[in-house]
């Protein structure tokens, strides 16, 4: 036997629950991985300042947002600092809260849908049991709690658009006039932000790769397989989109250098550190730093939730790996994927402030984290695809796959545990919200900033942008709270 050659395991041969046992095993799963997600909100500097807005009401949003979009020479910020400051407004409601991780949730899932159409491989359950067991609960710049909104709906757009094209395309859908509403969907979503730019030619490239990869599994040589994946149309249509999006942004940044050196490139000068920064935003992005953290302080129900959700996970993705296993080129597969998650970051990595930060601080987590892990959590999926198709020793495939999927159970036991502890820290936050409520329903609340703290947040857990004040901020809030008191 070819051990190079897709395993197909029949039905017969790998008899497993029915449909609805296997999707009732996901949705606990995602309801066990998510819940932790609703307790945390408003938690960096960026949140409060939006909420702040907020409060100020639309006149400030809409100058803010041209202030900063000319600051950083950001066109996107008028898109962009509109959908945070919805967000940090929204959150303190537990219900809009519930929404923010059901639309994280749906993101998730888009993109497990997004890899199977790529590959024309059905990974769409065992990648979106990977993507939410194995995600890590962050405290600050880490959507769903913080920003909850800004990469959540761009990422939705661009995702939802190149399922719509891919799928065109493969129906030979040639009149490119189908794909044009996609195609303004896509484009829209990649001005947002420089994130999204990274993450929409991320996916292209993905797209190209993966059909050039389909043309060779179908026999054909490297260039006639490149001719077909870069066929004209495709190329034209898809660039015109990128440069409905990026084009902008040029020529405003051209016309607005920018003083922020948050999206400079100044960094760039410094491989080292550029794929130093890389590495931790890629790294700090996934729950593989953290096991084991949280173990020693977990209480008896987190650890029964934590055992629990290990079970499930493991059942589910042994359950849902038929797919998988009929990958092809899971090793190439599994590499590109991780020169992607490179790519995504890479906006940041040339960025001075960025490189000090996870250099020099070890502070590397960020924004950019949330997406470099989804192509991680795919670079996952091949090396079990690869361990099943290389067994050790006498193992068989099936072996091997129960193997791998207890072992990621284990992981995702202990994501769970982890995640866990950080809702408890998250908590604390919460409470200070509580506090700030109640005293803004009272006929006095407290006006001098050390009374303030003393009353709110004694612990200090809530921290405003510069140059703002806490205290004013508080003094604003209380105001705005009190006229929606029951």
């Known amino acids: 036997m070819d051990s190079t050659a897709p395993i197909r395991m029949s039905a017969s041969r790998r008899p497993g629950p029915p449909m609805l046992a296997l999707a009732t095993m996901v949705a606990a799963v995602t309801l066990m991985a998510m819940l932790p997600y609703l307790a945390g909100y408003r938690l960096s ?9 907020a409060i100020e009401g639309s006149e400030a ?63 769409r359950v065992f990648l979106f049991v990977l993507l939410v067991a194995l995600h890590p609960l962050a405290f600050a710049f880490m959507p769903p709690n913080a920003y909850p909104l800004q990469n959540t709906v761009p990422l939705i757009a661009i995702l939802g658009a190149r399922i719509a094209i891919v ?32 993450f929409g030619t991320a996916l292209l490239l993905a797209e190209y790769a993966a059909r050039a990869g389909v043309a060779r599994q179908e026999g054909r040589g490297w260039r006639q397989a490149l001719q077909l994946a870069l066929a004209r149309r495709f190329v034209h249509a898809d660039g015109l989109a990128v440069l409905a999006a990026v084009g902008p942004y040029l020529l405003f940044r051209w016309w607005n250098p920018g003083v922020y050196d948050g999206n400079s490139a100044g960094g760039i000068a410094h491989p080292l550190k550029v794929a130093g920064t890389i590495l931790g935003h890629v790294r700090d992005g996934t729950a593989f730093p953290r096991l084991g953290g949280g173990l020693s302080s977990a209480e008896a129900w987190e650890l029964l939730v934590a055992a629990a959700t290990g079970v499930a996970v493991a059942a589910a993705l042994f ?9 092809a080129a899971p090793a190439a597969t599994g590499l590109a994927t991780l020169l992607l998650a490179a ?69 995702a036991a202990l994501t769970s ?24 329903c009272t ?29 004013d901020f508080w003094k604003a809030y209380f105001g705005w709270k009190a006229l929606r008191c029951p």
């Open 61 to 123: 949003v809409a100058d803010n947002a041209m202030h900063a979009a000319i600051e950083q020479g950001r066109v996107g910020q008028l898109l962009m600092l509109p959908l945070n400051v919805l967000g940090a407004y929204l959150s303190g409601d537990p219900v809009w809260r519930a929404v923010f991780v059901a639309l994280y949730v749906a993101q998730l899932l888009l993109f497990a849908v997004f890899v199977s159409t790529v590959l024309q491989t059905d990974l």
């Open 443 to 471: 006929s006095a609340p407290p006006q001098d900033a050390a009374a303030i703290r003393a009353a709110v947040d004694p612990d200090g857990l809530i921290a405003i942008t510069p140059p703002g004040s806490i205290a």
């Open 45 to 53: 500097g960026d949140d409060i300042w939006f909420l702040q807005l």
């Open 319 to 327: 359950t849902a790996a038929g797919g998988l296993l009929r990958l």
């Open 167 to 198: 799928r065109l395309r493969q129906r030979h859908a040639l009149r490119a006039v189908a794909e044009l509403p996609a195609q303004a969907v896509f484009a829209l979503g990649m001005l947002v932000s420089e994130f999204a730019v990274a």
């Open 417 to 440: 545990i982890y995640n866990a502890g950080k809702a408890r820290d998250m908590r604390r936050i919460h409470q200070v919200w509580e506090r700030a409520d109640r005293l803004a």
């Open 343 to 411: 790519w995504v970051t890479l906006p940041v990595a040339i960025s001075t402030k960025y490189q000090a930060a996870c250099m020099d601080r070890g502070s590397c987590a960020y924004l950019d984290s949330r997406i470099s892990y989804l192509a991680v959590t795919v670079a996952v999926a091949c090396a079990v695809a690869f361990a099943c198709r290389h067994p050790l020793g006498r193992a068989t495939a099936r072996q091997a796959l129960a193997i791998c999927c207890v072992l990621l159970g284990v992981m």
